[in-house]
């Protein structure tokens, strides 16, 4: 069943995000991602000087993205409006959002499991139109959820595919570089031989 905007109220955030007993991500969470994609991103020389948090939920990646990326201007996009009319970020949909020029990071952690196929094939292209730089991109994968997931914690109303259907639409306008980051096709940073994708 598609979830529609209103589904991601405040008892929808307050379970997954608010609440120690139910949450799948906190603030630890948050850091250990943002060093992630900033250890990569600035070994790579990249400058970041704008950044789109693509279904930026509760804001959890906001504050370590600023601190790792002082000189960089921060927007959220979500598709709640309970979030949007309370942190005040742009709303809209990753599968249509148009900007007025591309991102040098785009964040888009753990969106894509809440779009049916049609709208996720049109965000991953939108995502290579928004990213002229480096781009983060996780999802929750059907192995993912047999393997790795916690069951009790993860929210079962969502599309589990599987990652080859991520990783055909993502080729075409991305790199993959590592542990999730990608690279727009467009940059040809240097790599030594070891720390390019194996094929």
Same mark, same amino acid.
Request: glycine fraction near 6%.
């Given at each position: 069943?598609?979830?529609? !905007?209103?589904?991601?109220?405040?008892?929808?955030?307050?379970?997954?995000?608010?609440?120690?007993?139910?949450?799948?991500?906190?603030?630890?969470?948050?850091? &250990?991602?943002?060093?992630?994609?900033?250890?990569?991103?600035?070994?790579?020389? #990249? !400058?970041?000087?704008?950044?789109?948090?693509?279904?930026?939920?509760?804001?959890?990646?906001?504050?370590? #993205?600023?601190?790792?990326?002082?000189?960089?201007?921060?927007?959220?996009?979500?598709?709640? !409006?309970?979030?949007?009319?309370?942190?005040?970020?742009?709303?809209?949909?990753? %599968?249509?959002?148009?900007?007025?020029?591309?991102?040098? #990071?785009?964040?888009?952690?753990?969106?894509?499991?809440?779009?049916?196929?049609? %709208?996720?094939?049109?965000?991953?292209?939108?995502?290579?139109?928004?990213?002229?730089?480096?781009?983060?991109?996780?999802?929750?994968?059907?192995?993912?959820?047999?393997?790795?997931?916690?069951?009790? &914690?993860?929210?079962?109303?969502?599309?589990?595919?599987?990652?080859?259907?991520?990783?055909?639409? #993502? &080729?075409?306008?991305?790199?993959?570089? %590592?542990?999730?980051?990608?690279?727009? &096709?467009?940059?040809?940073?240097?790599?030594?031989?070891?720390?390019?994708?194996?094929?």
């Amino acid at each position: 069943m598609a979830r529609t !905007p209103t589904d991601f109220d405040e008892e929808f955030f307050e379970r997954y995000y608010g609440d120690p007993a139910t949450r799948v991500a906190d603030s630890g969470d948050a850091e &250990r991602v943002v060093g992630l994609i900033a250890g990569i991103v600035q070994y790579l020389e #990249l !400058p970041v000087r704008r950044i789109l948090d693509a279904g930026c939920g509760t804001g959890l990646l906001r504050e370590p #993205l600023e601190r790792l990326f002082p000189k960089a201007r921060y927007e959220g996009l979500e598709i709640s !409006p309970f979030l949007c009319r309370r942190h005040g970020w742009r709303q809209g949909s990753l %599968a249509d959002y148009e900007a007025t020029r591309p991102y040098d #990071l785009v964040v888009c952690h753990d969106v894509m499991q809440y779009l049916d196929d049609a %709208a996720a094939a049109r965000a991953i292209r939108n995502l290579a139109k928004l990213s002229h730089g480096a781009m983060y991109f996780s999802v929750l994968t059907k192995r993912d959820w047999r393997h790795a997931a916690d069951q009790s &914690r993860t929210d079962r109303t969502v599309q589990l595919r599987q990652v080859d259907w991520y990783r055909r639409r #993502l &080729r075409r306008g991305f790199r993959h570089v %590592a542990a999730g980051v990608h690279l727009s &096709r467009q940059l040809q940073p240097i790599l030594w031989e070891l720390e390019e994708p194996w094929k």
